[in-house]
C-alpha cells in the first residue's frame, strides 16, 4: 500500500512538475540600415558609415497560445513605441508587420542619429578625420540590439537585450537590460512587486558586491536597481558599464539570496512565492 502511495505521489509530482514549465515559441527576425554621413558636403574621405542592426528572437506563443501583452511589453521596451507613434502606430499582431514596423524605427532613428552627429563633427572643426582613428579604415559607427529569452524562473520569464554602440573615441560601450514577465499574472514584473522596500535593498547591494575595488555606490540613491533577474534562489541585479565602477568592470552583477531577504524582511508576499 505504501508503495502504491508512494509511486502515485512521485507521478503526481512530476507531472505537476512537467505542467508548470513554460513553453515559448520564438521566431526570429532581423532588420539593419545604414547611412553614409557627409556624402553630399563633403570630401570623400571624410565620410563615416553609421549602422543601426536589431535582431530577436520573438516570442509567438506561451504555452500554446499568443500572449498579446507580452508582446506589447516587449515593444515597449525595446522600441519605445509610445514615443514612436509614427512607426509603431499600435502594437503589430503578427511576425512580419513587427518586422517592418521594426525596419521603419531602426530608419527614422538612425537617421536623428546621424543629424546628431554630423552637428557635432561640424562643431569639432578640423580634426573630425581623427575621430575614428581606433575605426580605420572602415570609419564605422553603429548600434546593435539583440533581444532573447534568457530563461524561465518559475513563472517569469526573463528576457535580455543585448546592445552595443561605437560613436568614436578609444573604445564602445555595450550592456544588459532584462525585461520579467509573468505568464500566471500576465504583466511585467518590477522590484516593488518583489520588495518590501526599495530603498532598504538598494543599501544591500553594496555589501553583497564581490569586487575587492572599485566599488563606486558614492551616489546610491541615484542608481538604477530596476534592472534585475532571479536564478537559482537569488535576485541578481545587473548594472552596466561605468554605473557602479570604471568601463574595465565591464557589466556587474550583484546577487543577494532571496532567503536573505526574506530574513530581513523584505520580501512580499509575491516574492516569497520565488523562494525554492
Not at 34 to 57: C, H, W
Not at 79 to 88: D, G, L, Q, V, W
Not at 194 to 210: E, F
Amino acid at each position: 500500500m505504501k508503495a502504491k502511495f508512494f509511486i502515485s505521489f512521485m507521478l503526481f509530482a512530476l507531472c505537476a512538475s512537467a505542467a508548470s514549465k513554460i513553453n515559448v515559441k520564438t521566431q526570429h527576425f532581423e532588420v539593419t540600415d545604414s547611412i553614409r554621413m557627409f556624402e553630399q558636403n563633403e570630401p570623400q574621405d571624410l565620410g563615416y558609415k553609421f549602422t543601426k542592426s536589431v535582431s530577436a528572437d520573438w516570442p509567438v506563443t506561451v504555452n500554446g497560445k499568443k500572449c498579446p501583452a507580452l508582446n506589447e511589453y516587449l515593444v515597449e521596451s525595446v522600441f519605445y513605441a509610445s514615443h514612436n507613434p509614427k512607426s509603431f502606430p499600435n502594437i503589430p499582431k503578427d511576425i512580419n508587420t513587427l518586422k517592418n514596423c521594426a525596419k521603419q524605427w531602426v530608419h527614422d532613428i538612425l537617421w536623428e542619429n546621424v543629424m546628431v552627429q554630423e552637428y557635432t563633427l561640424k562643431e569639432m572643426g578640423p580634426g573630425i578625420q581623427d575621430i575614428n582613428s581606433e575605426m580605420e579604415p572602415e570609419r564605422c559607427w553603429y548600434e546593435t540590439a539583440d533581444l532573447e529569452l534568457n530563461h524561465t524562473e518559475g513563472n517569469i520569464l526573463f528576457f535580455v537585450e543585448n546592445g552595443s554602440s561605437y560613436y568614436g573615441g578609444v573604445h564602445g560601450t555595450y550592456g544588459a537590460s532584462y525585461y520579467p514577465f509573468d505568464v500566471s499574472l500576465n504583466r511585467p514584473i518590477h522590484l516593488n512587486d518583489i520588495v518590501t522596500s526599495t530603498s532598504k535593498v538598494l543599501r544591500l547591494i553594496p555589501k553583497y558586491d564581490k569586487r575587492s575595488k572599485d566599488k563606486l555606490y558614492d551616489n546610491v540613491n541615484e542608481v538604477d536597481i530596476e534592472n534585475f533577474y532571479i536564478k537559482n534562489g537569488k535576485l541578481v541585479f545587473v548594472f552596466q558599464p561605468y554605473q557602479v565602477g570604471p568601463y574595465s568592470d565591464g557589466i556587474v552583477e550583484v546577487p543577494i539570496p532571496l532567503k536573505t531577504l526574506r530574513s530581513k524582511n523584505l520580501l512580499t508576499k509575491y516574492g516569497k512565492t520565488l523562494l525554492k
